[in-house]
């Protein structure tokens, strides 16, 4: 049975926005999000206020770029990480837009998009605004150790970005806009990982699971895509994942490129070790520096696959494996 869904009416991209914090700016994609911060507070007095407070301003500058009125946004789908996805549906009280909350972990920007691309194409909204975001203050301290610790990290550690990227769907088209063609939704795949601190190695099976069925549910090839972008595997889950397809006979050293990977400087991994992750990380990336190129005419047509750990603070501290989540998205220029 195939997993991909073709979309026969395309969802259209008419409204994209990014916000990232200072260590995002300080990377080599600084310049492609649209608001950098340098106070990680946002202007407020905790991590979490600030967490919700990126996703108001982010939902705001989305439906800012798609000079869509708010009244005519019928839904709005967002999650983050944190416990009920507060971060989300806190921000959410500020606007008159119906919500349905999400929650995919690191594979949310993927899985919001699938969604609410299949309530457009099936006519039942006509435009939507979805969002997902995180912050290295909250992430951290929920899922792994308290911030004032100052605890070693191993080197398998990403580094759980502060961002939130918002997008605009919308059935009709406007000049230059990408669109939806296709999704593929993932299963939950665990391979036994228990490290909290390996993210990496816990998406990637379930990465690979999502681009083989993919791949074979559509007849396409890698070479068919300008590139395949992946959610925050970083560094050590990109080795994995690409070893992984190729045992399938799957080659996507060409056009492969992970959102973890690239959202920091070779000089910043030295702290940080395998790049970003969290809900943020694909979500800035995607609403941010593969938009631009999208909008430019670099690419044609994209795979773009977030993925997700599927732990909790409970389950981890219980001893329980990670199951990992990968969902994907054909984007076309």
């Known amino acids: 049975m195939s997993q991909t869904i073709f979309l026969k009416n395309p969802a259209y991209i008419v409204g994209s926005f990014s916000v990232a914090g200072k260590r995002e700016k300080q990377g ?4 492609t999000f649209n608001i950098t ?4 507070y946002f202007g407020q007095n905790t991590h979490e206020r600030a967490e919700c407070e990126m996703f108001k301003m982010a939902l705001e500058g989305a439906i800012g770029d798609s000079k869509i009125s708010e009244d005519k946004i019928e839904v709005m789908l967002a999650g983050d990480l944190l416990n009920q996805i507060t971060s ?8 008159d837009i119906p919500f349905i909350g999400l929650y995919g972990a690191c594979s949310t920007m993927a899985l919001s998009l699938a969604v609410g691309s299949l309530l457009v194409s099936g006519g039942f909204v006509k435009n939507a605004v979805l969002a997902s ?8 301290r929920q899922y792994r150790m308290p911030l004032e610790l100052g605890s070693t990290r191993p080197p398998t550690a990403q580094w759980t970005a502060t961002g939130v990227g918002a997008t605009v769907l919308s059935d009709g088209a406007v000049k230059g806009s990408p669109r939806i063609t296709a999704v593929t939704f993932g299963k939950v795949v665990d391979w036994g990982e228990v490290d909290v601190n390996n993210m990496g190695s816990a998406m990637a099976p379930a990465t690979a699971d999502t681009i083989t069925r993919h791949l074979r549910g559509t007849k396409t090839k890698p070479e068919d895509y300008d590139a395949i972008y992946t959610g925050d595997l970083g ?28 959202l920091y400087s070779e000089k910043q991994n030295r ?3 395998q790049g970003a992750s969290g809900c943020g990380c694909s979500a800035i990336v ?3 520096y593969i938009m631009g190129k999208l909008q430019r005419g670099e690419y044609k047509k994209i795979l773009f696959v977030a993925t997700g750990a599927l732990l909790s603070p409970v ?8 199951p990992g989540i990968a969902h994907a998205v054909v984007i076309e220029g």
């Open 28 to 31: 080599p994609l600084g310049t």
């Open 37 to 40: 911060e340098e106070d990680e």
């Open 133 to 140: 975001g995180s912050h290295f203050g909250t992430a951290e």
């Open 235 to 262: 560094i050590l889950g990109s080795k994995i994942l690409r070893k992984l397809l190729k045992d399938e006979k799957i080659n996507i050293s060409k056009v492969h490129r992970d959102c973890g990977e690239m």
């Open 88 to 95: 989300s549906s806190f921000a959410a009280r500020d606007f």
């Open 286 to 288: 995607l609403n941010g």
């Open 315 to 322: 389950s981890s501290f219980q001893g329980n494996t990670i």
């Open 271 to 273: 702290t940080q070790w």
